[in-house]
């Protein structure tokens, strides 16, 4: 018995999106499923899949998964594109409040795209010349020079898959810090690969570099990622904890259709 499912295709700085308007619940979390949908040879392609869902407390809920398939921790990009997919749907006209795996948060359509509200960060752990820290994903933070050359792939992966990060997992960042903007590269968990941006990749970057630097107060961060420019808003008070976080860049809609299972 074939099955249709209606699919849209978003992307938030090169960082690209399976989305499914499920208000009527008709798909339940399919690991093989949602594996098959990101597969780039075979299925639609992205480096996840979301389910945006009806919520009694709230505009709608984001349901998320990697593109290996299994549901996986906030996502940055995801949360920006998904909200302007429910702009889209007529769900909301300017801002909005939505649930996701980590909490509540607030997002707004702007010039730019998708500025979303994320999840307060209590402690930077700082290790010699890496960070630790967690924005609604686990991220390491690593400076390094000629990011450009660097082989994401190798050293993000020895890094996610050493001692201390194997079995949970690690999303590794290395930045290089430009001045007035901060470059960088992003190796995920999950995707298993360099992704063109990480939205919570990118914050983590941000707020590493606001410790280093000992910045406080208020300031916003430039960011290129390599499929685009996103830019991270914060506020603290030590360099250690900050809130009012606001993740900013471009959403996207690519296309849409169906696929036949």
Known sequence: MFMKIKFYKYQGAGNDFVLIDNRNATININVKLFKHLCDRRFGIGGDGIMLLQNHENFDFEMIYANSDGNPSSMCGNGGRCITAFANRLGIFEQDTNFIAVDGPH????????????????????????????????????????????????????????????????????????????????????????????????????????????????????KIKAMGGDLAVTATTANGKAFTDIYLEGPADYVFEGEIEL
């Open 106 to 221: 607030y997002a707004k359509m702007t010039e730019k795209g998708v500025s979303l509200h994320m999840i307060d960060v209590n402690d930077v752990e700082v290790n010699g010349d890496h960070f630790v820290l967690n924005t609604g994903s686990p991220h390491f933070v690593q400076e390094v020079l000629n990011v450009k050359n660097l082989d994401v792939f190798k050293e993000g992966r020895a890094i996610r898959y050493n001692g201390r990060f194997k079995v949970e997992g690690i999303n590794v960042n290395f930045v290089e810090d430009k001045g007035d903007h901060l470059v960088v590269r992003t190796y995920e968990r999950g995707v298993e690969d360099e992704t063109l941006a990480c939205g919570t990749g990118v914050t983590a970057v941000a707020l590493a570099m606001m410790n280093k630097k000992k910045i406080t107060g208020t300031h916003t961060t």
